[in-house]
């Protein structure tokens, strides 16, 4: 047997045994690779005579043609090997069900909802967005609104409050978003159309009152403002709000040290079980607070009441959320509990828009 069939041989032999495609690609480097043992016979040709050369050539490169064909040939058969071995052993059962898209289990809490609706709303009608902080001064939460030192309404506010400072001055959580007025009346000139979402806080717990809670605060201040005003602008948010064109209301007078006058709102509401429905005039909810700038308030500002009026209203947002989607309990509201939420609270992506409903 010739050198050059031992070397045929012995290659196929050795491509048949391999049974992996690492050890596959050595013996393809090392047959046919620029340095491998038939391109190293390819390049001798050179140098021999022209007859030798050609049947040598042709002989070689036979060899060359067999072995690269049985190293194709080896090489489908482990990849398929190889590819077998893989659906056997990673085998998906297409019948089992689907696990949950983490968008549609994800939840917006009612009051998150409520806020953004609200916000909505008045942003339509032209108010723009106010701030404050949860810690404020105690004049900015009492008596720059015309609450002085000794006033009752003080302790009507069950407030939480820090510790005095050495200068005796000592800040409160804040008990109501009315101060965000103060803040935005001392750093903006009239005319003023600002609304200002919040939490605020009270020592108060039972099944309508818990220590933190949310209100939405809204000032208008301009040179020929009135009560009309305030009272169209409460009914269109109620209307827009709950979604109807007419809504059942109540305006009672009331009293509020920073608005004169001052009128309370009410929304009617019926009672099926324990559930809240909105309409009716068979029970009154009350929604909020609201009234003409007291003309203390804005000579604190530094605003003459002379030139400037304007109206306030302070909402219960959490009061709404219950009343518009009828949950009986305010402090559930709070109590972290996720089958609670699984079932009150709003799908991610049903973000509020006027136009695509609320
Ligand atoms: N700050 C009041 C409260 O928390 C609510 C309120 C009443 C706000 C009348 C107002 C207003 O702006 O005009 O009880």
Request: glycine share 8%.
């Amino acid at each position: 047997m010739s050198e050059l069939e031992t070397l045929e041989k012995d290659l196929i032999k050795a491509i048949k045994n391999t049974n992996d495609l690492g050890a596959l690609e050595e013996i393809r480097v090392g047959a046919i690779g620029k340095k491998g043992s038939i391109s190293a016979l390819m390049s001798g040709l050179g140098k021999m005579e022209p007859e030798q050369r050609k049947t040598f050539g042709q002989a070689v490169n036979k060899v060359k043609q067999a072995v690269t064909e049985n190293l194709e040939t080896r090489k489908a058969e482990l990849e398929r090997a190889a590819l077998n071995k893989r659906l056997e052993t990673e085998r998906e059962d297409v019948t089992l069900p689907m696990r949950e898209n983490p968008v549609n289990q994800g939840r917006i809490h009612p009051i998150s909802q409520v806020w953004e609706e609200i916000t909505e709303i008045f942003a339509d009608l032209g108010f723009k967005m106010a701030e404050g902080p949860h810690i404020e001064t105690d004049e900015n939460n009492f008596t720059k609104l015309n609450i002085p030192a000794e006033h009752p309404a003080r302790q009507e506010h069950d407030t939480f409050y820090f510790a005095e400072k050495q200068d005796g001055s000592r800040r409160v959580l804040r008990t109501h978003t009315s101060p965000v007025q103060i803040r935005t009346m001392e750093s903006e000139k009239p005319p003023l159309r600002i609304i200002a979402p919040g939490r605020v806080f009270r020592s108060d717990s039972d099944q309508t009152h818990t220590p933190m809670f949310h209100q939405i605060e809204g000032l208008v201040i301009d040179q020929e403002t009135h009560m009309g005003h305030l009272k169209w602008v409460l009914e269109e948010f109620c209307k827009t709000f709950f979604e109807v064109d007419e809504v059942i209301m109540r305006f009672r007078a009331s009293h509020f040290p920073f608005t004169e006058p001052s009128a309370e709102v009410d929304i009617g509401y019926s009672k099926v079980g324990e559930e809240v429905r909105f309409g009716g005039d068979e029970n009154w909810m009350e929604i909020l607070g609201c009234g003409m700038v007291h003309p203390n308030v804005l000579r604190n500002v530094g605003l003459d009441p002379e030139i400037y009026q304007g109206f306030a209203f302070g909402i219960g947002i959490d009061r709404l959320a219950t009343l518009k989607y009828g949950m009986p309990d305010l402090r559930s509201f709070f109590a972290s509990d996720l089958r609670w939420l699984k079932h009150y609270g709003f799908n991610v992506l049903n973000v509020p828009t006027i136009q695509g409903g609320l």
